[in-house]
T-cell receptor, first 114, second 110 residues
Framework: GENVEQHPSTLSVQEGDSAVIKCTYSDSASNYFPWYKQELGKGPQLIIDIRSNVGEKKDQRIAVTLNKTAKHFSLHITETQPEDSAVYFCAASTTNFGNEKLTFGTGTRLTIIP | AAGVIQSPRHLIKEKRETATLKCYPIPRHDTVYWYQQGPGQDPQFLISFYEKMQSDKGSIPDRFSAQQFSDYHSELNMSSLELGDSALYFC?????????FGPGTRLLVL
């Protein structure tokens, strides 16, 4: 089955600086890679996703890059703000019917220092 | 916009008791997923349903069962509860490739 590794497990950055979280996956059949933000006591919230036919996607301060050959993808948050503090999970799945379950990374606790 | 609804939000049970968790997907979403998240851990896939039929199965104990009903809501039934079942249980509904998560049910087994 799929295995997703995520680094770092904790990350502290000064407000206004950039944050980068990296993930690797093992299953070459995976073709969909979402990123979720989870605040304490809440459900994971999708913040951005990327499909395997795209190398990069950007949405305001958030961007994701994907290297299919190396099987890794990264989340970039620029101009960080205190409200960006949360746990971030990367995930991987296929879009093949009956096998679309998400396999999550172990999470990164991001702390923005005012 | 409508979101995934889960009930109850909190549940306290004794060992060996049973629990039923409910999930109401976003309207027109036809696939429901259940995930279990232990303290400080990532969500782990349990089971999924597409058009009321089980579509995939993960690390779900035999003590657990689930189904999806004609109105597309889903229920996760948990029997002979153990201390280790204490966790957050999330339901997600899917539109195209994207899974949208509910707020979760926090289950505490004493």
């Amino acid at each position: 089955g799929e295995n997703v590794e995520q680094h770092p497990s904790t990350l502290s950055v000064q407000e206004g600086d950039s944050a980068v979280i990296k993930c690797t996956y093992s299953d070459s059949a995976s073709n969909y890679f979402p990123w979720y933000k989870q605040e304490l006591g809440k459900g994971p919230q999708l913040i951005i996703d990327i499909r395997s036919n795209v190398g990069e996607k950007k949405d305001q301060r958030i961007a994701v890059t994907l290297n299919k050959t190396a099987k890794h993808f990264s989340l970039h948050i620029t101009e960080t703000q205190p409200e960006d503090s949360a746990v971030y999970f990367c995930a991987a799945s296929t879009t093949n019917f009956g096998n679309e379950k998400l396999t999550f990374g172990t999470g990164t606790r991001l702390t923005i220092i005012p | 916009a409508a979101g995934v609804i889960q009930s109850p939000r909190h549940l306290i049970k004794e060992k060996r008791e049973t629990a039923t968790l409910k999930c109401y997907p976003i309207p027109r979403h036809d696939t429901v997923y259940w995930y279990q998240q232990g303290p400080g851990q990532d969500p782990q896939f349990l089971i999924s349903f597409y058009e009321k039929m089980q579509s995939d199965k993960g690390s779900i104990p035999d003590r657990f069962s689930a189904q999806q009903f004609s109105d597309y809501h889903s229920e996760l039934n948990m029997s002979s509860l153990e201390l280790g079942d204490s966790a957050l249980y999330f339901c997600a509904s899917r539109w195209q490739e994207t899974q949208y998560f509910g707020p979760g049910t926090r289950l505490l087994v004493l």
